[in-house]
Every structure is written in C-alpha cells, then in structure tokens.
C-alpha cells in the first residue's frame, strides 16, 4: 500500500497504524506530531487511527532554532 | 528589594534573556552556551523527521531533563496557515500552549509579513495558545497584536541575525510607552551593550540566537549576553543621571589646595 | 580559560571597573557602592582637613581595612604644579605611588589642560609615580602621555558627570590601536551599556563615579556597572557577530512544512 | 550631463522637493514659501466646506494659476473606506489622478495602518489612481504596495511633524535597493541635513511641510530645504569618498621644507 | 533680510565654503570645482620649487586673476618652527598676512599637536598674521587659540580626508557656545548632509578639499557642498522645528469626512 | 424639506438641483465635490440632479495640508 | 607665635614641633600629610620639625571623589 | 662656486645674485620666496643680495593643497 511521508513515497501493509508507522521508521521513543492529510492526529490516536492508500502523513520534531 | 520578575501568559520568569538552539557547532556547545546564558526559556523550530538520519542525540530531551521551558517558533513560515499549522504541530509534541509567531515577508530581510502576522496572531489566540509575536518596530502593529490577546509583542531591533543592534529606539520607545504587555526585542541584537541598551530602554526582555551561536566564543558571548541583560535591566531600575552638554565635578570644589583657588 | 588580568605598573587587577568615592549620600552608601561594583580601585580626592569639623568617620580607613588599591587624585587642580603638588600630598599620606593626574582646562567643562597635562606628567614619571593621566580623546595627546612614561591612558568618554557616554568612538579605535599602555576609559559614562560598549571598543577599563553616585540607586547601579564591565569584556573577547544589512536564519531551512516551500 | 529628471507617473518633475500647504500663518506665507521651495508638486487636504465662513482666498486658485501640481491626500483618513471616498471626491474636485494615500494608525503616532493601507490602494489603483502611499519604513510594505501598482512609495523618516530625521536609514536603504519605483520620504524630517541625508541615500524625493511651516522663518527654511535637497540629490550623484578610519593629506607630501622631512 | 556676511580678520565673505586645491586631476578640473562651489577663500600648499620640471600652468595666477582670497597652509609642518618658516615664506610670496596654520602630531591621524599649534600660534599672531588654525575638537585648545589672538579656529570634524563627517557635535557645540571668534569646521567632511549639520550646529564655514576633489565627479560634488553649506546656514539662521517623539498633524483636523470623527 | 449638508440640518425648497443648492451657499464659483447619501454627485449632473427628503449631502474643497 | 594653617591664623606656643601640632587639632591619630611653606614635611620628620613665626601650614587629607 | 638649492648641490658663478639665481633657474617671472639659510631673503633685495659659497637656499612657490 502506498502513501507518502514527508514528501517521499514509501509502501506500507494494510492495517499500518500511525503508531506502528512510527515504530517502523525508528520513532516509536521520539518526541514528534503527525499529521494526516493536513489533519493532525492526536497521540492518544496513535494506536488506534489507521492509514490508508494515498495517504500523506507529515512526521515533525523539534530541532534547534531560534 | 523585592524579586524582579517577568510574567508572560502563566509562566513567571527570573531570566530576561530568552536564547534560540540553533547554529551551535553540536549538543555540547548547546548546553554549554544554554548553561551560561542563565536563561529558562529557549526557542525551538519544528521541522520534519529525517526518516533517513540516525537518531542523533535529543535536543527536546536535554531541554526538558534540564526544565528549559520550551519556546516553539513558527520560523520559516511565509503565510499565516503554515504558521498555524507548525504551531498546531508544535503543541502536539509538547503540549505546550507557547508559541513564538513569525510569518516571514521575504528570504532577504526576514521581515515579519505584517498582515499575515495579525491573521495569525487572532487564529492561534482564539486556539487558546499563549502568542509572543515576532514583528516589525511599527507601534501601531505592536498595539493591534496586544489588542488581539497575544501575550507579549516582540518586535525586531534589526534584521534577523544582522547583529546592527537597536536601529530605532524611538519606535521602541513609542511601542514601550504604550504596550500592557510584555515587550521582548527579537532580532537584531549582535552584542552585549546592544542587549544592554533594550533593557535600558525599558523592554521587558531579549531574545538572541546568531549573537551568541555565531560568536567566536559562544559559550563566552552567552555569560556576556547574560550579564549584560541583567545589567541593563538593572540600570533601568537603578534610574540613570540625566544627561548633560556640560561636566559636573564628582570631587568636592573646596579645599583645593593652590593659592589661586583656596 | 586563563584569568583575564589587567597589568598596570605592577598592580595586577581582576576587575576593570574603576570606581569614584565622591558624591555618595553617607558612608554607609558608599560602603554597599563600593562592595556592589566589585571594584579593586578607588580614587579618592585630596583636600585640606577641615579643622571645625569634628573627626566623623575615616573614609580612607574603611578602605584600606576591606583592601581596596586607593588611587588619589589631583581633581580641582588647574596647573601642572598644584597638580604635581597634590600629588606628593598625596603620597605623603599614604605612601602610593599611584595618583590620577588631572589638570583641568576651564570649570564648565572639565576638560584636560593637554599642554599642562603633559607637563605634569612628565615631571611625576620622573619623580617615580605611576601615573594614569586623565586626557582628552586626542590619539596624539594620548601617546604623547604613553612616551613619557605613564602607566595607563584615560581619555574621557564625554564631560565628567555629564552621563552622555561614548561621544567618539572613533578617536578611542585609534587610541586603541596605536596604544601599547592600558586604555581606561574615564569620565562621561552615564548607563550600563556606556561602560559595555567601552570595553566592547577594546578598552581595558572603565572609571566612573558620577553614573553610579548620582543614580536614583546608586547600589543597584553599581552592580549594574560591574555586570556591565564584565559583560562588555567578555563579548569583545568572545569576538561578536559581524554586522550585515541583510538577514540570516537562525532556524534551518529544509524540512520546513508547507509544501510550497518544502 | 543629462537632465536629471524625476518620473511618477506620467509626471515628469525636475524639482525632488514636495512640499504641503498647512499650518502657514497665512496666504502671503504659503505663496513666498512654496516660491522659495521651487517646488512642483504640492500636496493638499480635503476638507468639508465650512458652510458659515466668508469666501476668502483660495488655495486652489493661486496653486493652478501657478502651474503647481496638485497632490491631494487622504489626511485625517483611519479606514480604507474613509481614504477611499476622499480619494474619489479630490478627483472630482480637480480631475486629477494622483493621490497621496494616508491611512492612519492612530492619533498620537500618526503611523499608517499597515494592513488598510494595502487594501485602500488595491482599490484605488484599480480604480485608475496614480497611488503615492505614505508608509512605514518596513521594506516588506513597500515592496507589496509597488506590487499592488503604487506609483511611487513614501516610508517615513521619523513621525509626521516631529523633526527626527531619517531614524532608520538601514530600513530605507533595503527598501531603496528593492524598489521598482521611486522612493520618497515622507515625514520626519526637521533640518536641511536630514532633506540632505535622504537623498544621499538614494530617495528620489522627499516631501514635507511642518519642518518648512513650522520654522521661526518659513520662507527662509524653504528656500534651505530646496538647497538641501538639491545638494543631497548632486552629492549621490557626485559619488562620496569612501569612508575610512584614518587620514590621508590633500596637500603634497613631496617638497616641505624643513630639513628632518625633507 | 540683511546680507549675511562672515568676518574673517579684516575680510568679509558671502561664501561660508573655504575649500581646497589639492588632488584634483588637473588645472581645467581645478577650475571648474572652484568656480562651481562658489567659494571666494581657496587654500594653497607652500612647497620647494621642483628646479627639474617645466614650467607648466601657474595655480596662483588663476587664483589671483579670478580674484580669490589665497589662504596658504602649513600643511605637512610637524613642528613649530617649521611651520612658522612656512608661514613666513607664504606671506614672502603673496604679501598676505594669511595663514592656515596647520602643526600635525603624526602622519597616520594628521591629527594636530596641539602644544605646537599653541606655540606657533602664539608666534605668528605676534608677527601679525591673521592665523586660522587647525586644531582638534576640544574646547579647551579652541579658547586657548582664541585668547592668543588667533582670527578664528577650525576644529575638525573628523580625520583630513576621512569622509567620516561631524564625529562629536556635543564637542563642537561647546565650542561654539564659547567662541567670540568665527568656528569653521576643518577636515573630514564626507558628503553634503555632513557639511549642512556643521553649518546647522552653528558653524561660521567650513572647509574642505578631499570631500570635492576625492569625488567620482568633483565639480557635481562641489556645487553639491556649495548647496549644503547655503542650505546650513539657512536653516540654521530660520529655526528648525523642536523635535519631538510624537507627531503632530499637518492637515487640519477639522472637517474630515466619514462619520465616525466629523 | 429638510436636508443634511456637512453634518447640519438644513431647510430647502423641493425641487432644489445639487446646482442649485451650490448657488444657495455661495459656492456657485468655488472648486467642490458633492457627495449624496455616499454617492458622488458629477459636476455634470449637478444641474440636474435633484434633493430629496433626508438625504445626506458632503460638500468639500481643498484646504492647505501636507 | 601666629602661623596659617590651611589658610586661617592661628596661634601656637614657641617651640611648638608638626606632631604637637597635629595633636592639638586632634588629627593625632589621622592619616594626613603636612605642607610647611610648600614643601612637604615627610612624617618621620613631624616629632622634630618645629614649626616657626609666620609658618604657612597646609594639612590635608583624603576625601571622597572621583 | 658651490651652493645648494632645495637640497641640491649646484655650481653658480661667484657674484651670482639672487635674482640672477632665480633667472638661471628659469623662475624669473614665477611667484616664489627665497629662504638663504633659513633666513628670508625679501624680494626687493633679490637683485642685491649676492650667494656666497656654501650657501644653502630653500626656493619655494605654492602648490594645490588643502
């Protein structure tokens, strides 16, 4: 299944939670938001919300800045 | 003498000195430079996860282990949705309500886009975010982001990172004169007495990234950006001596010995 | 780090903030100026003894028991000779070879008499005092002063007592450059950042009396001076950022959301 | 060497001068004023007829006859709206195209409100106004008025009527290097220097009335502003000497007498 | 108005602008500068005759043709002495009682000696020259000079041929307070805003020769000065406006249309 | 018929022209623009355009203002 | 016997040595230098130096300045 | 016969006067003062005024400067 995050394409199994999305790339531990469709999805959500064909998730953190 | 504290939204601070993370040559540097600035709120930006780098050392976690009190920024952004929306994310990761607005006009001068600065402020006000603004010197545009509810203004004092330091105190002035909420100089600053020199003016407090990261020294620059906050702020309330074209003699005038005189 | 030390004649100084004791409300105040500035040197004026008066408390006493470096001065005199004879006053009565010499031009302003200056210089370098003339900001008349053999240059910064700080900072650049005896900046400082753009310039010290007695707060001034001092000394040594028209992000600029711009 | 002419418009003016027409003590003043200023284009305001008064002399009458073109503006303006429906009403008056759009902050500050000014001259361009917008120094506005198609754009040097002069020539040179059209300043200047400096820095004009009107001699100040002006404008022209720390001889250093030299 | 003339000695002048003959391209360039800036005093160098060249076109015999008031200098003199043999041998080849005293302390500042300038001073005044002396911005010398019987003083206002403008205008503003000869500002005058703020502090003239003859066009540059030194005087001798941190409006404020105000 | 001419009440006959009213206020020779509830009256129509009951009219000139 | 000090007459017994002096104007105990006729008095000398008819005396001290 | 003109050695025939130096030296009709060991030869005696050997003459004229 394909979807897109942060701009690059990537395939995925169907029934991918955000949370196991998250813990595939390595970011199960990190402090980050995700974005679904422009929609944020709530971290309490992680577990539960799907992602589906076509998706577009956005996976932000904090960096240094000023 | 009662203790001299900065109230901004909910948070109480004893720090004037509000410093960015970026530019520094690695995690120690950063603490290290944090460390010697004595300040308790620190910027962030939000970007997003390089899926293809390792993990790296966790700015946030060092951040939050040591009790910083995280500023998110919305730098980066040239239209008020984007700015929103990295604010929205923003307070995602953290659960923080702060957020340091900046919606950008141009790559040049970083000059705040004022209209979609204001558009902006009023989107993430009614969200119930606690908004420091970054913006222009315009009085009339520091006044129109209190009346919106942001919690502070912070105008600039010169372009982002030129270090010019204060290139127009009088609108400074103007906006002090007239703001019920706290005034932050954001931008411009390049070295000590310039940080000095806001505070003297009256502003509540300055936020600097480049002066320090881009020091020579930037752990120095950090203690001397520190004191020099503090020492600024202190002569503002200590009330300066007036000026004057003539001298004024600080020995006493009798008992000069020198016939002419005595 | 290595301490930072400044050198003159053989005193070796940690603090490069050099403080008047003139002007102060009572001794109680001047105690708590002196001890909030964190200065190692104190001038101090000679006059004739009051003989109505009754003994009162010893100023002079109070400082050399908390181990102050006293530096008398030749302040009121008006000629290279009462100048020179207050200076051998002046170390008659404390045995110190160190004396501020001032010869000053006219009332109002204060300013030096450069020729007499020099003149009075010339004979206490040769009669063994360490001399710290004040000057004016003249880079000639400064290393004129540096070839006679004084210790320290002290051009001013603007009148005494007139709190206008630095009026020229280009003549100091000068000074500076062409200076190969400590450069203290004495008189016309009247804030903090004044004293920290001094040292920002390169200066080695910064003499005040004035800015600190005369403030509504002279304590809280005076530690404001010396966080000043510092703060100024430590930017020009940390190597601030250099000044640019145009700005520089402080936050990256890849992995900004947005798609029009990522 | 070419005529230096200035295009707004389709106006070809060869006076950089504009000058306004209020707060003279009387007609006789206005008259010798603007006569000494040798400008040629002088702004008005509009106002509603007092219904009780005499006639008396018109304004308009004696600046048609003498060939002066007319600038209305939108004074007094703090909406859009207002701005607008007074543009409209001075082209029905005079049958002129050109307006000097002013849409205020507030009264203290007299600063334009940034976000109705962008929207009065959207209006007003497409409408078929020649647009003269008097702005803040913040380059972002400006460039967005120029892309709105404003014919010219006017940031301000200080507030209107308070003779600071050019406050942020660092502003001003940003702007001038990113304009597409000419560039004059508006308000805030108070002496022959400060008409001089702006123009040094590249402004294709500058407009002004207090600092002409206000003067202790008005016509005598018009009469120095046209110099001023004019020196300004040759001196960019001209191209300065560089700038540099120290000296160089403008007299020959080969031939002095005195034998230890020559 | 009455003519406004300055008094030099026993000469009276319409042109406030004294200027120089050095580093001009050639004698045509000369020409054309000199008549364009409109000044009647023209300074002249004292050098040994080179015995190898060829004639070639006489300066002095332009100058004395075309009626100017030769002021010779003692340009590149670093004593006493021998800028008093200078000045005798200018008064040997013109019969002028003119001199340009200049005593230089170092060839890096061209900064004067002061003690040298006094004692020459001193010297040529008892011989009966009419001495315009060159000399630093400290009050105190400029009165010397003036007690010694000196015709005027001309203080700098930044290093010859620097362009860095009035440096420290709180110095020449004591100065003029205090001075009962004409003050004409010498040497480092850039551009042509720097020389109007001289002539709008008060100064009697000012001089200059690298400020036109370093330009990219020297005679664009010089009608530019002779226009700012005019546009000085003027506004000086009209009365600027006060300045003032607020605004205050230019149009009336009475019968502004749009409901809300009228 | 009341009108309303710069903010003040005023008595006119019916029938008055934008023209007419001018002349009325001695305004016949002066340089004016008319507004009428808002709107610009031309100068052309002033001959023909007509007051009516209540309606608010803005008569302003050029005054000295920088 | 009249002496000046500091600028005022005064009268002191013959004999009279700078310490005597010094004592006697309760400045025993004060850091202070003495002029005598201009020249300085160095304080090992105050025991022996007798001050003499017409003596001028400057006494001084240190005070606060700048 | 020896002499030297702005610091140059030159040959001149005894009885050369000033003047006659001046001519020789082609500055028979320029502006310049005459320095004849460091005193100031005024132009009046220049036709009088002989050089004697050894002499050291300064001859100046003036020059564009500031």
């Known amino acids: 299944m394909r979807i897109e995050v942060n701009g690059e394409p990537r395939e995925v199994a169907p029934g991918t939670t955000v949370r ?34 076509g998706d577009r998730l956005e996976i ?6 000023g | 003498m ?14 004037r000195l509000f410093v960015g993370t970026g530019k ?13 600035s004595g300040a308790e709120v620190v910027t962030v930006a939000v970007r997003r996860v390089d899926l293809s780098a390792k993990g790296g050392e966790s700015l946030i976690g060092h951040l939050l282990e040591r009790g910083y009190t995280v500023l998110p920024n919305t730098a980066g952004c040239y239209t008020a949705e984007d700015a929103v929306r990295t604010a929205r994310l923003a307070r995602e ?10 919606v950008l006009g141009d790559e040049r001068t970083l000059f705040p886009d004022v209209p979609a600065t204001l558009e902006a402020a009023r989107t993430l006000v009614d ?26 203004v912070m105008p600039l004092a010169a372009p982002i990172g030129s270090g ?6 009088y609108n400074l002035e103007i906006i002090l004169q007239n703001a019920g909420v706290p005034v932050i100089v954001d931008a411009g600053v390049g ?18 990234n480049t002066a320090i990261a881009g020091a020579q020294e930037p752990v120095l620059m950090a203690s001397a950006m520190r004191k020099a906050v503090e020492a600024g702020r202190e002569a503002f309330r200590a009330g300066r001596i007036a000026k004057r074209l003539y001298a004024t003699a600080s020995s006493p005038l009798e008992g000069v010995i020198g016939s002419e005189r005595s």
Do not use: W
């Not at chain 2, 520094?24 to 010697?36: G, P, S, V, W």
């Not at chain 2, 990761?93 to 900046?102: A, C, G, Y």
């Not at chain 2, 010019?164 to 105190?169: D, T, V």
């Open chain 2, 93 to 102: 990761i953290l659960d923080t309500e702060l957020v340091k607005l900046e």
């Open chain 2, 164 to 169: 010019l330091g204060i290139r127009n105190p």
């Open chain 1, 60 to 65: 932000v953190h904090f960096v240094g800045g």
């Open chain 2, 24 to 36: 520094y040559r690695d995690m120690d540097e950063t603490r290290a430079a944090l460390e010697a």
């Open chain 1, 20 to 53: 196991g999305l998250l813990e595939t790339l390595g970011l199960g531990q990190t402090r980050v938001a995700v974005e679904r469709n422009r929609q944020i999805v709530p971290r309490a959500e992680h577990p539960s919300v799907e992602v589906t064909e």
């Open chain 2, 191 to 208: 070295t000590a007495s310039d940080a000095a020199e806001a505070m003297e003016l009256g502003c509540d407090g300055v936020l600097m």
């Open chain 2, 127 to 152: 969200e119930g975010f606690t908004v420091l603004p970054y913006t222009s010197d315009d009085p009339i545009t520091a006044r129109r982001l209190e009346e919106i509810g942001c919690a502070a």
């Open chain 2, 2 to 15: 009662e203790r001299d504290v900065l109230k901004i939204g909910t948070h109480e601070l004893a720090s």
